[in-house]
């Protein structure tokens, strides 16, 4: 009979070390500030970025929302596996590491700043793209920069397919009801102390920029992957680092309906919603 209750207490005792390693083993156990980046493959201290400690990886410099956009993009769509012409605006280096190689994605990358990408372009005024030419377009933290971005919206749906989708995010201020602009605010300085940062034109209101999106033609869906995920996901990949703030992170969803007139257009079948598996444990 001992010998039977020692033998249990050895197993128990074996079972609960084994658990602690696989614990300690995860990334950030000890430290929140060590995170796997999803987007190149590194497990290190990650850097702080905009006050925001271990927000940045020290290899490619995503931040959380590049990877949290790649997660959603792999676990919660079927977008990385069809062949779509994608243009990327002003991807982060290891975004366009992780996407080149999506191998039924003929991806492309597009600056302002000529040599910077594949493609120069002026979001506001796409010179030399033609109507409808591609199936999905990245515009991250871009609106932001863009005085006219009215006009870079409406291109946007120009150059999309019908049934295309742009995968959009600016930074928001959670709470505000109205977007703040002011085109007479010019100076760097002056727009840090008012939109947060040197380069930025505006603080959007998320009532505003789906309005805006709706204004040129879009129908537009917020998804929000992070109020689904678990909490030791989120640490493993950094996907939400400890903003000061709140931060909103939704990813917007604003796709170019199929035109009744054109129902012969080989377009792009995008759903909204399509779950293609679950988060991994």
Not at 203 to 209: E, K, V
Request: hydrophobic share 40%; glycine share 6%.
């Amino acid at each position: 009979m001992r010998a039977n209750r020692r033998l249990a207490l050895l197993a128990l005792l074996a079972a609960s070390t084994a658990v602690v390693g696989l614990v300690a083993a995860r990334p950030g156990a000890h430290d929140p500030d060590v995170h796997t980046c999803n987007l190149c493959g590194v497990t290190s201290r990650f850097d702080a970025a905009g006050g925001r400690p271990g927000a940045a990886c020290p290899r490619c410099k995503s931040r959380e929302r590049h990877r949290l956009l790649l997660h959603w993009l792999e676990n919660e769509t079927t977008l990385p596996a069809r062949a779509f012409d994608v243009l990327h605006f002003s991807p982060m280096p290891g975004e366009k590491d992780a996407y080149r190689r999506r191998t039924r994605w003929r991806y492309r990358t597009a600056d302002s700043i000529r040599g910077k990408e594949d493609l120069s372009l002026d979001l506001t005024a796409l010179l030399f793209l033609d109507d409808a030419t591609w199936d999905l377009l990245i515009v991250y933290h871009v609106l932001e920069h863009i005085e006219d971005d009215h006009a870079a919206i409406r291109e946007m749906y120009r150059v999309l397919r019908p049934g295309g989708l742009a995968l959009v995010q600016v930074p928001l201020e959670p709470g505000r009801m109205h977007t703040y602009e002011d085109p007479t605010i010019v100076d760097p300085h002056q727009r840090l102390a008012h939109f947060g940062q040197g380069d930025h034109v505006r603080i959007y209101a998320a009532r505003d920029l789906k309005s805006r999106l709706e204004a040129a033609g879009f129908v537009v869906e917020a998804a929000d992957p992070l109020a689904r995920l678990p909490a030791w996901l989120v640490a493993r990949h950094g996907l939400s680092t400890g903003a000061a703030e709140p931060l909103d992170e939704r990813i917007w969803l604003a796709k170019k309906p199929r035109s009744p007139s054109c129902a012969a257009c080989p377009g792009t079948s995008v759903e909204f919603g399509k779950t293609r598996r679950a988060p991994p444990r």
